[in-house]
């Protein structure tokens, strides 16, 4: 999915808030968005925007010295999602069928994102999950589908998308490894800080690796390219039986890539809104391979 031009305004403003935020000088400010929109023309236009984001954010970190923009906004988020981590587990355990009720849970979870979002508050996040979870609009036939694939599946890779919403990721894991004990599980994180996606640091501070192998994809962008990643997170991903992708960006780096993915993401851009016909904040749960 190339980078449509809304990505590119939407990638501007993201850098004029960057500089707004983190660079005082004018004359420095300038140069920086000068930059930025020669890395905008340059960069092919078939390649999909969370490439041009990551450009930006490096371009970013030369200007600053700042690695991690969002480092506070991560550990709040997941310290947010830890602290209602039992109640959301009642939640799922209350269900008919608990692995259905922690997809969902993971599916509302993706509300937590902080590129797609201008801000994103507390309450807002808690009742957007209880909201999406409530919800029964989900393809129970793909469900099945899904389910009958992970019972004959040996290796399963679950790409992660942002902090905070990696505790209900870790939820659905504890669902899947419960169900399926046979199944060796990886989970990927982004390679370097970008936006408020996950990093290694973030999945085993809220404990993803008590059901995966946590790896990191090689990559600081935040999506998977697989023309960035390392070639040891490309092994893992193509030995992988079945993909589970979380978030926007992963469905636009990944799409037509011809693996066994299945997306789980909230619509929340205009962009997405527009070319999936979707209500903001709709869940999207859609396999690659139909």
């Known amino acids: 999915m190339g980078a449509h031009v809304d990505c590119i305004s939407c990638i501007v403003a993201k850098a004029n808030k960057l500089a707004d935020l983190h660079i005082k000088d004018k004359d420095?400010?300038?140069?920086?968005?000068?930059?930025?929109?020669?890395?905008i023309l340059d960069t092919e236009h078939d390649?999909?925007?969370?490439?041009?984001?990551?450009?930006?954010?490096?371009?970013?970190?030369?200007?600053?010295?700042?690695?991690d923009f969002y480092e506070q906004d991560k550990i709040k988020f997941n310290d947010l999602m830890l602290s209602l981590e039992n109640?959301?587990?009642?939640?799922?355990?209350?269900?008919?069928?608990?692995?259905?009720?922690?997809?969902?849970?993971?599916?509302?979870?993706?509300?937590?994102?902080?590129?797609?979002?201008?801000?994103?508050?507390?309450e807002f996040v808690k009742s957007t999950i209880l909201k999406t979870m409530k919800a029964q609009n989900l393809d129970a036939g793909l469900y099945n589908r899904l389910l009958d694939e992970l019972a004959c599946s040996k290796k399963l890779l679950y790409l992660g998308d942002n902090a905070g919403e990696i505790v209900m990721d870790k939820l659905l894991?504890?669902?899947?490894?419960?169900?399926?004990?046979?199944?060796?599980?990886?989970?990927?994180?982004?390679?370097?800080?970008?936006?408020?996606?996950?990093t290694e640091k973030d999945a085993y501070y809220v404990g993803i690796d008590k059901y995966a192998t946590v790896i990191n994809n090689g990559a600081d962008?935040?999506?998977?390219?697989?023309?960035?990643?390392s070639a040891a997170f490309r092994a893992v991903f193509e030995e992988a039986d079945i993909i589970i992708a979380k978030g926007q960006g992963n469905f636009e780096t990944l799409t037509d890539t011809g693996k066994n993915i299945y997306y789980l993401f909230l619509c929340k851009c205009d962009v997405f809104i527009k070319k999936l016909n979707a209500g903001q904040f709709t869940p999207v749960f859609q396999a690659e391979i139909e």
């Open 28 to 39: 420095r400010k300038y140069r920086f968005m000068k930059e930025v929109l020669k890395v």
């Open 47 to 67: 390649r999909a925007a969370p490439l041009i984001e990551a450009k930006m954010t490096r371009l970013g970190r030369q200007a600053t010295g700042i690695d």
């Open 87 to 122: 109640d959301i587990e009642m939640l799922i355990m209350e269900g008919q069928d608990p692995l259905f009720e922690a997809l969902k849970a993971a599916l509302a979870g993706n509300i937590i994102d902080l590129s797609a979002l201008d801000s994103v508050e507390s």
């Open 173 to 198: 894991l504890k669902q899947i490894k419960r169900r399926f004990p046979h199944l060796t599980i990886t989970y990927a994180t982004r390679g370097a800080p970008i936006s408020s996606d996950v």
């Open 221 to 229: 962008l935040p999506g998977t390219d697989l023309h960035e990643v």
